[in-house]
């Protein structure tokens, strides 16, 4: 059975290590935040300019100076750090940040990422995403395997703009886990049942061994 | 030399022009000169190009100066939050360079200290790296981007004092102490004018040196995705 | 992950092998990691290249390192108060690459930032940037200058947390929080190491995630230039 | 009869506009700051990362964490903001400054200036000069015109390796007042008593009228 939502985030919540800086896309991203290990130090960084991001607050706590990336009101912790835009991408660019979880809509079987436009669609920028692809030491992509219309999202050659070319270090679908490696996608894991038939004929990348 | 306005519009005097280039401070609705902006929109000044993270939303922020046609060209990262600028960008009557959130940044902080330009790996092989040049620095391909400049920065303060010097409060700070630098003038409004003196010195993010006009403005600080959690 | 160390020996264990390069906080000897000097003197780690603005006085600071002839080369803005440097500098043993002061806090800066080439006005047409690619901006020309990276990066801070985040007090910040960004391994040393939480978020200079490994050690804070004037 | 150390210094001062902030090297500039008009509103810039320099401290005052570029102790005032050193240059390089004043050991017609190392001596280093004679928005050099050998510093070409190339607006020496102009200096003001007979004789670079 493929993982759903919650389950592909509790998989990329395996992605991290006690200590790691970590920065999560909008979506299913966030949810990995529900799955970090109690024993884990674990700071998450906003690109607007925080170092720490808490849960969202209740309403007595929301303050509209204290947002997340996504503009959603969000809380402060203990460690937390405030920073300018351009101090907060130097630690982005700089390769301070240990992790990236984030989401989109092609990966190729390169490592090329597409995320932020689809020509002929309205276009409302990249925000951080090309910025996070470029300089987080590692980016794990988590997304359907396949679009709407059952066409596979794991490609040759990404077909819409790409965000980041040969970024992409691991993308966990609904279906399994897949490596970027020399010469296509190397399978990590399957999601329970799936078989490798599956994979293979949902897949337009090159699966390697 | 005084530094201390009474309010938006007098600190605006002389300093607008049709045409010009302006710097805005803020990330979504959060730590944008609020008052600055209603000013812009009240003197009536044309042919803006704003270099902001973002475009503001309907009636509110940026979205304002978009009522009466007054922007031109944007220079941000993401705009998704404002249907009154997707009608008119896709009307055609409203220009778009969509920068990396981080190169915006850079770009900016670059212009304010005298760096004409940098090279970044953000945007390589992308659209965004598009007629820029490439250079090799060990092995790996960089774009270069330009530092930007503006006629005039708009910025949003938690305090400031009459000597110019600014303190921002958490994430409000955002792009506030870059655009600060790239004005060729600044101007800031604070939500509280304090005597000179009264700031932490250790954590005055923006000195002075940078902050040309300044005044105490009332802020509605609207919240864009109120989220919360159960008590 | 436990960043706290005892002191400054232990905070270096496993970091140190010959030949590396060090970018080491202070100006003069304001605000220098006077332990983690110490300590590296003490561990007889030789060839290193050391980017430090000023390289010590004979006997305190980075003059340490020169007694055993630890160093190979300084990347330095200013290396005039110290005699023994100038004996090795004279006898060949030392070489320097001389660097502009602001030059040499950039370029660290991008070296943390992610930039590996910037252009500035500094120098042009000096003996700094020969041999160094120049670029015309708007009519005016620049030269190219890198990013620089260190395997180690050693400061000092007024006041640090378990997490590694530092407040710096005065001028003692100087060149502290640039190289606390380029080190592929930082490690800080505080005056006064406090809990997490106690630090004003507002003012803390460089965020923990630039610090791989923290202690609290004693400061003479020795001064260089003591002047005064009739109280 | 020429200008004096002091007497330079107060014909420096003249320089300084209300509302400037200023950037002084070390020696004979550092004696402008005792000439300040007292209604004038002057910031000093200390490039190591202080705005707001205050004089030196009683016995009491001394802190050893606040000192200026030159290494001496200071003390801070009430505007006084301290910063890191990119940002410290990035204030200076980005022309934010208004003035600087600085000695030299020359100064050529076409503005170019000499203070950091004398070829077959013991090379020091540049510090923040470099920075400072390519970002600030005026310069002023204060030198004596002729060295010790009776030589002329103002040239018609340095001879000593370059600071800055054609970065100096103003020169004071004890003989007069000189502004890099098209084709040479030109003279602003003689010292008391100094005859343009005088200066002529001890000038090499090209005087303009």
Redesign the interface.
Known sequence: MPWDRNQMAERAALELEDGFYVNLGIGIPTLVSNYVPEDYDITLQSENGMLGMGAFPTEEEIDPDLINAGKQTVTELERTSYFSSSQSFAMIRGGHINLSILGAMEVSETGDLANWMIPGRLVKGMGGAMDLVAGVQRIVVIMDHANKAGESKLLKKCSLPLTGQGVVDRVITNLGVFDIVEGGLRLVELAPEVTMDEVHEKTEAAIVI | ?KKVYSAAKSALDGLLFDGMTIAAGG?????IPENLIQSIKESGVKNLTIAS?NAGVDGFGLGLLLQDMQVKKMI??????NDLF?QQY?AGDLEIE?N???????R?????????????????????AEGKEL?E??G?T?VLE?GLKADLAIVKA?KG?E?G?L????????????CA?AGTVTVAEVEELVP??AL??????T????VQRIFEGKHE???????????
């Open positions: 030399m990330f979504g609705l959060c730590g993270n941000s990262s993401y705009v998704g939050e997707m896709l969509f990396p959130q981080g190169t915006l940044a850079e900016l902080r670059a212009g304010g200290a005298g760096i004409p330009g940098f090279y970044t790996a953000t945007g390589v092989g992308t659209k965004i250079k620095f060990d790996k960089y330009r938690w004092d000597q010097n303190t921002y409060r958490k994430t409000a700070m955002n792009f506030n102490p870059e630098t000179v003196g932490d010195k250790m954590s005055i993010h000195p002075g040196v940078y600080k609207r919240i864009e995705q109120r989220t919360t959690r159960a008590a």
